[in-house]
């Protein structure tokens, strides 16, 4: 079945450490994106790729680096740098045509402990 | 202001009422408008998908879009438990989508 896989569901991390959520579709998507969700604020857009190797901001882009070295894979780094990084982190793709709806992974919980 | 604005709730209702979640916007270039669910814990799921101003039926849902009052309107008929969750609209120029906060809805039996 085609679909996005999220993983790991639920990530921990102590403070000042880097990590890396995985993000994989095998839709034969061109569009990729990464949203943070958080109680009260409803999906904030980190980054976004529409092609391979090309990736813009979003609105909060601050302490988040990303990658497209593939079509399949969109993997989002939390840095150090993020001071508040506790939420709920989506992963969507979509096709390139305009107005596409978005297909979404199931998340990842991350914590700071 | 926020481009799009939605009411967190919660809406409480009893089983098999109608159910009206609203969202407004502020951006006239938006003309793709969706609705998705979201189940706690999960990602959302695409419900809804309307290009420019009307209505669309599927079931028991109908979304309906008035650009000129820069509103979006989801009716639930017969609402179900199963229904009971949160609702996002979404809305976009061309590309990335803006998000509401989601409305989130209770169907009590």
């Known amino acids: 079945d085609g679909g996005i896989t999220q993983s790991p569901k639920y990530l921990f991390r102590k403070e000042g450490q880097n990590v890396t959520l995985s993000c994989e579709q095998n839709?034969?998507?061109?569009?990729m994106y990464w949203y943070r969700q958080d109680p009260g604020q409803g999906l904030r857009l980190i980054y976004y790729?529409?092609?391979?190797?090309?990736?813009q901001k979003g609105d909060i882009a601050e302490g988040y680096s990303v990658s497209r070295e593939k079509k399949e894979s969109f993997p989002l780094t939390v840095t150090s740098a993020q001071k508040n990084p506790t939420a709920f982190y989506l992963c969507?793709?979509?096709?390139?045509?305009?107005?596409?709806?978005?297909?979404f992974g199931s998340g990842t919980r991350l914590t700071v402990v | 202001q926020k481009e799009v604005e939605q009411d967190p709730g919660p809406l409480s209702v009893p089983e098999g009422a109608i159910v009206s979640l609203n969202c407004t916007y502020s951006?006239?270039?938006?003309?793709?408008f969706m609705w998705y669910r979201q189940y706690s814990r999960k990602g959302p799921e695409l419900l809804m998908y309307?290009?420019?101003?009307g209505n669309k039926e599927d079931g028991r849902f109908t979304a309906q879009v008035d650009k000129s009052s820069k509103y979006i309107s989801l009716f639930i008929r017969d609402s179900q438990p199963s229904d009971s969750a949160t609702y996002l609209c979404?809305?976009?120029?061309?590309?990335?989508?803006?998000f509401g906060k989601g409305t989130s809805l209770l169907v009590t039996p």
């Open positions: 839709l034969n998507h061109d569009a």
């Open positions: 951006n006239s270039a938006f003309q793709y």
């Open positions: 790729s529409q092609i391979v190797n090309d990736f």
């Open positions: 309307t290009y420019s101003s």
């Open positions: 979404a809305m976009t120029p061309g590309y990335a989508l803006n």
């Open positions: 969507a793709s979509s096709t390139s045509g305009q107005g596409s709806g978005y297909t």
